[in-house]
């Protein structure tokens, strides 16, 4: 029989009175501010932005504070509050062509117009633990290169002169790109709406889907064409003004990756593209992005599907780390009932199989004996 | 010849406004008060925060695709003289979205803009551009002199 139960209203409550005191650790080390996190946590703060899907900084960093830390806890609390918000409506599509650049690197053209722009990147480091660091010295003011201000274009735009690469992804003329937060996925989906799902999907399950690739599950080739990080202008159109309303810049990164193709029934030999892009400084989510964009197009191109990477149903459904993680933790809720039923089972199982297992032996028993 | 005129008007509306949109709360407050602009205006909506769709394009010049979302606030404003100001900013900064919204409004009077122009938008568009500049110089110091090592013939 099944008896309600009720219970735990005081033990929940001081547990979160017990997390809100370790949350704030020892009290003589100085509270974090929000603007600490936002300076030199930066990177984390980008990494909530993107997978949470909210340009706000200060809203990133308040979710990694209150989740002591744990980024994905952090994404999921950026999440929840997006859906307390009025939405204004879609910008006009970035032009990442014209982005103030931090940083811009290929692997393909050394002499690209604008040059390769290292900007703040770990690359060339040693990976040596700095102690100056630990102990807080002052850091100098980064050197500064007077420079004739460059046009950038995108590394695509170069190669399309010659037609040795495919051109970037058109859609029918009236198709309006899906938008996965009002509508259920739908598999097989267009590619603007994977990109969507990729954007804001988690870093390292991208990261892992795109290492597969290289190491040969659905190998295609890649070369980074380009990697740009900077700050780009968002307008949105209005009903009250004339002209589309300028909201102010925001922190993208993009990733061109170029891949090797054969050619197939339906294509020439080619270079064809993966396509990543990403809030913040995420110059590793914006490759396995692009890694996987590229990877989930093989019908497109009639390549066979053998590999994880390629399985659009498998990538984008496991791709969102809030899901996830939301159907992995529940598992430690309250399943007393639902146990309760499976442990019935087991007896039952269990008495047939025993009784089974008698019958069997009394019968060789018999057989013995005769 | 009017109509060419009212264009140019509305770029000049948007430069305005996007100075004021790139700028931050603290700097507009800042010159809002030693310029002893008037900060009374009859608020027609908001200041209210909501969340615009990021839009980014395929391959980054194709079909345009949502790339995740960004908090914007939004304020409206009439002037007594009868002008109405619009303000959208990115972030969650309530008190930036009304005075760049009276800021706009402002502007749109005559015997106010250059007022506006001066005290306000011109020290907001050089402290930008000083600081685009900077970025792009300590950029520039990081970009990659190639040299060729000769081989022995």
Redesign the interface.
Known sequence: MYVAVKGGEAAIANAHALLADRRRGDRSVPALRLDQIVEQLALGVDRV??EG????R??AALAIVQARGDMIEAIFLVRAY?TT??????????D??AM????RVSATY??LPG??????TFDYTHRLLDPELAAGGDVAE??????E?EAMP?V??ILACEGLIE?????PQD?V?????REPLEFPMA???R??AL??GDEGFLLALGYSTQRGYARNHPFVGEVRIGEV??E?D?P???????????R?T?C?MVNQFKGSAKAPPQFT?G?G???GQSERKAMAMALCDRALRATEFGEDVVAAAQDEEFVISHSDNVQATGFVEHLKLPHYVDFQAELDLVRRMRAEHDARENAGKAVEKREAAE | MREQEARDQQLERKAVMATLAQSTGDDIVLLWNEAGLPSEAELLRGPETGLVTVRGRIGGGGAPFNVGEATVTRATVRLASGQVGHCYALGRDKQKAKLAAIADALWQDPTRRNEVETKLIAPLQSALASARERRRAETAATKVDFFTVRGED
């Open positions: 932005m993107s899907s909210l340009y706000d200060e809203l997006r918000l009025p939405r204004f409506g879609y910008t006009r599509a970035i990442t062509g103030l650049v931090e940083r050394k002499d040059g390769q722009l290292l900007g703040p980064p050197l500064q290169r007077a420079s201000a995108r695509s735009a051109p970037d992804g058109d859609m198709h790109p899906g938008d996965i937060t590619r603007d709406i990109l969507q954007s804001r202008e968002l949105l209005v009250e003004l004339p002209f589309a309303v300028p909201l102010g810049s925001a993208v993009e061109q593209r396509y892009l990403v809030f």
